[in-house]
Nanobody
C-alpha cells in the first residue's frame, strides 16, 4: 500500500489543521493506520492510531482532547483533525500502515508515506 500525507502548513497557536492520509493499493481496510511525528532533534513518536475494523483508537497523552483521528475506508483515507495547536506540535507528520494487530509504534508499521510539515508559530 502506498500512502500520501497532506494538509500541513503554518498555523498560529490555538489554530486548527486537518491532515489527510490517502492510500492506494488493495486491502486498505485491513490495515491499522497511524500518524507519527518527528520534531527537529527528536525521535519519531506515535501521535494516534486507528484500528482496521473495530474502531479502536489510541492517542498519545499530549494530544488527547485536541486531536481526532478518523478513517473513511470507502475513500481509502485517514484524517487527523488537530485543534488547539501548540508550538510543541511543530513537526513533520507521517502516516503509516501496519498489520491489524500492530502496536502504535514506529517499529509496528510496515508502510510509510512522505511527511507533511506542520509549523505552529505566531
Amino acid at each position: 500500500v502506498q500512502l500520501q500525507a497532506s494538509g500541513g502548513g503554518l498555523v498560529q497557536p490555538g489554530g486548527s489543521l486537518r491532515l489527510s492520509c490517502a492510500a492506494s493499493g488493495s486491502h486498505f481496510n485491513r490495515y491499522k493506520i497511524g500518524w507519527f511525528r518527528q520534531a527537529p532533534g527528536k525521535e519519531r513518536e506515535g501521535v494516534s492510531c486507528i484500528s482496521a475494523t473495530d474502531g479502536t483508537i489510541y492517542y498519545e497523552d499530549s494530544v488527547k482532547g485536541r486531536f481526532t483521528i478518523s478513517r473513511d475506508n470507502a475513500k481509502n483515507t485517514v484524517y487527523l483533525q488537530m485543534n488547539s495547536l501548540k508550538p510543541e506540535d511543530t513537526a513533520v507528520y507521517y502516516c503509516a500502515a501496519g498489520a491489524a494487530n500492530a502496536v502504535c509504534l514506529s517499529y509496528g508499521m510496515l508502510y510509510w508515506g512522505k511527511g507533511t510539515l506542520v509549523t505552529v508559530s505566531s
